[in-house]
């Protein structure tokens, strides 16, 4: 069951769905509410589902902020990294990304509420319905490109300065995305960190094989479990992305790591983007604290 709540920790709107809905893509629930005319849970929708994709753009743009002062810092002393890093970076954060798209199908839905015919309904709906998907496509095209850019600035980092230079790079960026968006995580229940987490990988990375956000929630007893297939970011980046048939992104030697490391799982060949989910969810919180943060089943 859809469970769309303000969360006090968070200070924002999350779903804390029940688990049969919870993997269901954003998207997918808008739609329905669409057809069903249920307009203003389908307006909520529209807006949660905007606001998920907002949030992993803004982290991707952070990172790759972040990444370009570690490099321009590496390259010789200069007062001027972090300002020339942000803005090298601000369009990311200033372009209105689906903002005209989530107004015209909000609009287009409380026009449909006021219509007569039936037939007028069904043309707004149908609109409404390809404004969402619209929405979806002008944030998930370029959140692929910064995922590639991410990996292609962490391999020149691994060229450059060695393998470990890039755990030093994603340490300095740790706490203004990982740090801070899981700040809150002990006084959060374990549904509530679950609705989190999935959040990410739903209108965040665009996961599943639609590229919609879908993934598998399920309670095995002991743990809760998220099972993307497949993960849309780093797993895109290594397997290509179904939607649209484009092949997996092409990556040298350097791509990938040559040494097992205790931040790639021991293993070697991953690639340097798929490298922070070791690092931000396991490693380092098993140094800073003892324990993993979210334990990760890494599936080449």
């Known amino acids: 069951m859809l469970k769309l709540e303000t969360n006090e920790i968070l200070n924002r709107t999350l779903r804390v769905d029940d688990l049969d809905t919870l993997g269901v893509s954003t998207q997918t629930l808008a739609e329905e509410a669409i057809r069903a005319g249920r307009v203003d849970e389908a307006v909520a929708l529209v807006d949660y589902f905007h606001q998920e994709m907002r949030i992993m753009h803004t982290i991707m743009r952070t990172w790759l902020t972040d990444i370009a002062r570690y490099i321009i810092a590496c390259d010789g002393p200069t007062d001027n990294a972090g300002e020339f890093s942000a803005a090298l970076l601000d369009i990311w954060r200033t372009y209105p990304l689906g903002e005209a798209l989530r107004e015209r199908c909000k609009e287009a839905l409380l026009a449909a509420r006021t219509l007569g015919p039936v037939s007028d309904r069904a043309s707004q709906t149908a609109q409404a ?129 040559q040494q097992a490391h205790d931040w790639t799982w021991q293993k070697t060949g991953i690639h340097w983007y798929c490298s922070h989910c070791a690092i931000a969810m396991e490693w380092l919180p098993g140094h800073q604290r003892g324990r993993l943060l979210r334990p990760l089943d890494h599936v080449m």
């Not at 639609?210 to 849309?232: P, S, Y």
């Open 129 to 257: 319905v390809n404004l969402l998907d619209q929405m979806r496509l002008e944030f998930k095209y370029p959140h692929d490109v910064l995922v590639a850019w991410v990996q292609d600035l962490l391999t020149t980092i691994a060229t450059r300065w060695g393998e470990e230079a890039v755990l030093d790079s994603i340490l300095q960026t740790h706490q203004s995305i990982w740090g801070d968006r899981y700040e809150n995580w002990s006084q959060m229940t374990p549904h509530e960190r679950l609705a989190l987490t999935v959040e990410g990988m739903r209108g965040g990375h665009f996961s599943g094989d639609r590229r919609r956000g879908d993934m598998t929630v399920r309670d095995d007893g002991d743990r809760l479990v998220m099972a993307m297939e497949l993960c849309g970011s780093g797993g895109v980046l290594r397997r290509g992305d179904p939607e649209t048939g484009r092949p997996p992104y092409p990556v040298d030697e350097h791509g990938v790591n």
